[in-house]
């Protein structure tokens, strides 16, 4: 008598490239939660230092070191899901050795480098409506602050029409990177040690200050940051809902002096005031976590790991009525991986 043997469905294959980075980490480490059935390879964000296309790299993680495949060497091409979580310069590099494959993998894009794209769909699963179809070769996942923003204000409009807002963030020094978190934690010894000050990534003092824009060598200004929030939060709140959603809201960016998550402050002016009870109906989310005034009020270190957005320290404007205030945190980098794990998903089932 034989028997059949019934082989198991082939594994999909993702490769994360910058998986040596902040936000690699935290896409990796997210998928590995959600137990998603895919052999992920991880490929680091810099070429080795010797000559040649070396087959791996060496790097350290957080237990042990963790070998990974130079851009060189790897074979982003064989791979049914590329998430690009570098920089930009390393994104448009792995787009070119993957531009000719067949079939092409879907490109999950956390950089913004393939955004200006024609064939790229931005994304933010965590705020867009049911049955929504944005699938493409390349799915570019929105800014986390536009995220963040755009799911506060789509829940509160249920709780009425809103007339105005004006929203100043927050930004920590982890969207620029381990770079970013260096340069602050050395600013600091600097200071205490009376010692000059590195600048390479802000050219300013960001330890112990607040910056509304930062030195003019600087590789990236604020303003194109602002600029870039300013532009996905348009998006996302005109497909989060096409019948009269949340009205864009006035925006600044401001860098503080902190390591992880950002915190919003935001101002809501509504048609007519809905009151508390209705407020915290609106915000009812599986994503939203609201605090009231019985609770410890959210902050960006108290909220690290946790997904989704935070809201707390909720209060009337006593000078307009109709008016509040609202206290919002989120972990940016947990904010990205939870929109990409979804889009993945999407590509999986």
Not at 38 to 57: D, R, T
Not at 183 to 198: G, I, N
Not at 262 to 290: K, T
Request: net charge negative; with cysteine.
């Amino acid at each position: 008598m034989t028997h059949a043997h019934r082989s198991s469905p082939r594994r999909a294959s993702i490769a994360i490239v910058g998986g040596d980075t902040l936000l690699g980490k935290e896409v990796q480490e997210l998928l590995d939660a959600r137990k998603i059935p895919a052999n992920i390879q991880l490929v680091a964000s810099f070429e080795p230092e010797v000559a040649g296309k070396a087959a791996s790299i060496l790097a350290i993680g957080a237990e042990e070191p963790i070998v990974m495949s130079s851009i060189e060497a790897a074979d982003l091409g064989a791979a049914q899901i590329v998430i690009l979580a570098a920089s930009k310069e390393t994104g448009h590099k792995a787009y070119e050795k993957i531009r000719g494959a067949k079939p092409a993998p879907v490109v999950i894009d956390l950089t913004g480098a393939l955004e200006d794209l024609a064939e790229s769909r931005l994304r933010a699963p965590m705020v867009e409506p049911a049955g929504f179809d944005a699938k493409g070769p390349i799915q570019t996942v929105a800014h986390p602050a536009a995220i963040s923003i755009a799911l506060l204000l789509t829940q509160l409009q249920k709780a009425g029409s809103i007339r105005r807002s004006v929203i100043e963030i927050f930004e920590p020094v982890s969207e620029r990177g381990k770079a970013g978190i260096d340069e602050l934690q050395k600013q600091a010894v600097a200071l205490l040690s009376f010692k000059p000050l590195p600048k390479t990534v802000f050219d300013a003092q960001i330890s112990f200050n607040m910056l509304s824009q930062y030195g003019s060598e600087a590789p990236l200004s604020l303003e194109e940051i602002e600029l870039k929030i300013d532009r996905h939060l348009a998006s996302l709140l005109a497909t989060s809902d096409k019948d009269g959603g949340a009205p864009m809201p006035s925006l600044r960016l401001m860098q503080a002096p902190v390591f992880h998550g950002y915190s919003v402050c935001a101002w809501i002016e509504f048609e007519e005031n809905p009151e508390m009870d209705r407020i915290f109906q609106a915000l009812g989310s599986s994503h939203i976590d609201v605090r009231t005034a019985d609770h410890e009020p959210p902050t960006n270190v108290g909220v690290a790991g946790q997904g989704g957005i935070t809201v707390g320290s909720i209060a009337q404007d006593r000078n307009q009525p109709r008016a509040w205030w609202f206290w919002m945190v989120a972990d940016n980098l947990q904010i990205v991986a939870e929109n990409a794990g979804e889009v993945v998903r999407e590509y999986l089932e």
